[in-house]
Nanobody
Framework: QVDLVQSGGGLVQPGESLRLSCAAS????????MGWYRQAPDRHRERVAH???????TYSDSVEGRFTVSRDAANNTLYLQMNSLKPEDTAIYFC??????????????WGQGTQVSVSS
């Protein structure tokens, strides 16, 4: 089992920045990737950023160029730097940890979620 503890988030105005953190502990030795998801009211949870242990990153179209995912392997911490925030970025953000089996990633843990609100 992987335990993920998130920090960061809050209320900002459009155009401002925030950074989310996600500290991992537990069975993390064989992790293959980590990601950030978000869920807005009455919306499905969507993945916004993903990073493999090799450093390969992918982003959803809605955040490409504004968000940056990174990972500090020494401290087992995942980050999401969010710049040029928009009201439509308002959601609860979750981090997750994934392992690899048969060429497919599967989730082994979720963070507790943190609220990000963008409003003037």
């Amino acid at each position: 089992q992987v335990d993920l503890v998130q920090s960061g988030g809050g209320l900002v105005q459009p155009g401002e920045s925030l950074r989310l953190s996600c500290a991992a502990s537990g069975s993390i030795d064989s992790l293959a990737a980590m990601g950030w998801y978000r869920q807005a009211p009455d919306r499905h949870r969507e993945r916004v950023a993903h990073i493999t242990t090799r450093g390969i990153t992918t982003y959803s179209d809605s955040v490409e160029g504004r968000f940056t995912v990174s990972r500090d392997a020494a401290n087992n911490t995942l980050y999401l730097q969010m710049n040029s925030l928009k009201p439509e970025d308002t959601a609860i953000y979750f981090c997750n940890a994934e392992k690899l089996s048969g060429g497919h990633y599967y989730t082994v843990g979720w963070g507790q979620g943190t609220q990000v609100s963008v409003s003037s």
